[in-house]
């Protein structure tokens, strides 16, 4: 189903059985030093309640989500990430959320996760490189975040910003784009259900390289404007600079919506390689906002959405 996707699946009833033993393996493997930081509530993810946005699609295994993904801060390959960001330190993660709202201020993961209840969404992942996955994320609604900080009336957009520890992201030593990440949403998108802040994957705490401690999650965007590893939110009144825009708008809009009727100026969005196919498998026909149109499309009604990639 492209729409609604209400069902009673939790990450238990679509997985394999050996893939979900093999992912305690995996855990293990990756160090306690991919999770040392990550204390308390935020460890909630444990148990997260089902949502009625999950997708029925079954989930990549474990490994796949963690060992195939971007995070330039950790090197450009695909394996770097799995590879540099146990360098990562989580412990006493805060949170700087200021600009247009009523609470400015500075929070812990303890403050952002209390009274949170948590919530697991099975999400289709679109890449603008035209690979795709099926992520069971944990997390809560960033429009639940908004409300408790008061979101004032002369707010239009919500911007993020990524961690900068040059001692901790090898990456960030290259300078392939202009550091930190930063990444924005019109105040309307962030506020979609859709939208979440995930501190966690498979019912576990966020692995590193995917985000750790907490993640930007806008299922029917380009993976790039899922920011991870967040340290800023500022509410504004003005559009936002946003990383790949800044380093090559030509390729890079803001909005930069799924979209296979528009190619990216390199490649084709039509299709898709569905990781974990293998070689030989067929690709897969990219949906229009990645098959979330039903309840994000009357965000952009009279936009031209061949203009805004």
Known sequence: MAGRWKNDLNWSDTTPKAAWLNRRQIMAGMGAAAFGGIAGPALAGLGAVKSEYSTVEEPNPLDHITSYCNYYEFGTGKEDPARNAHMLNTDGWQVEIDGLVDKPGTWTMDDILKGTTLEERIYRFRCVEAWSMVIPWVGFELADLLARVGVQSGAKYVAFETALRPDEMPGVRSPVIDWPYVEGL?????????????????????????????????????????????????????????????????????????????????WSQASERVIGGGILAKRKPTLMFNGYGQEVAGLYEGMDLAKFY
């Open 186 to 266: 019109r105040l309307d998108e962030a506020m979609n259900p859709l939208t979440i802040l995930a501190t966690g994957l498979y019912d576990e705490p966020m692995p590193n390289q995917n985000g750790a401690p907490i993640r930007l999650v806008v299922p029917w965007k380009y993976g790039f404007k899922s920011i991870k590893s967040i340290v800023r939110i500022s509410l504004t009144d003005k559009e936002p600079p946003t990383s790949w825009n800044k380093t090559n708008g030509r390729e890079y809009g803001f909005y930069s919506n799924v979209n296979p009727t528009v190619d990216h100026p390199r």
